[in-house]
């Protein structure tokens, strides 16, 4: 047994762009039946779990959606028209939903993984800095790294404040790994998410992020064939993955 629900509440919810208006002309012009049954009105109760087809679709109830996006660089982990593109933009039609929104930032200029839910319960978990799930990134410096890294950034590094006249901002224990291919990349393991801060952190080391792109949330990587801008949809038992950490 599903939850118990208004059809047009239902119906709505799971599309950006049909209102429960809508639900009442579909149900009006005989579109929308349940298990069976053509349904006359759209303020009846239905059960989620209930075989609806709506215009000879099945549609299968989802409380919340989840989506992998590849994010570009150039775009803003935001929800509103600006000039710039928003993650939103990149959302296929079949994926959007109203109340999506980004669980988390990347700096515009930043790629990679960026989780998209209307799940606010979940996102709320995820960027509590009490659940500390740890965020992966892959950097390309402007000069190679140092061993000595390794150590100031496990120990837990303090950066400068964001403006002048800040104070100083402490870190939690971040890992470092560099790179035997290139010394100029290296993989960084942060368990929290202050404002750009792997930028702030190779700053306060002498040297210069070039390039950077989240590459896992928790125990989830970013998918290898999703390519830059595209979109993969998540199921829940998968996002609970990210979760999935130590605290
Ligand atoms: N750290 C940064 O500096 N920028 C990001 O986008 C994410 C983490």
Redesign the pocket.
Known sequence: MGEKMRLDRLVASQFADVSRADVKKLCLKKKISVNGRLMARSDEKVDTDDEIIVNGERLVYKKHIYIMLNKPAGVVCSTKEGDSMTVLDLVPEKLMRQGLFPAG???KD?EGFVLITDDGELSHRMLSPKTHVPKT?FVRLEKPWEESYREVMAAGMTIDGLREGDSEEKCLPAEFTGSCENVCECTLILHE?KF?????MFEKLGNK?VY?K?TAIGEMPLDRDLQLGECLEILHKDVEKLLAVKC
């Open positions: 930032r990347l700096d930043t990134y998410g750009h801060q792997v930028k702030r992020v950077l989240r």
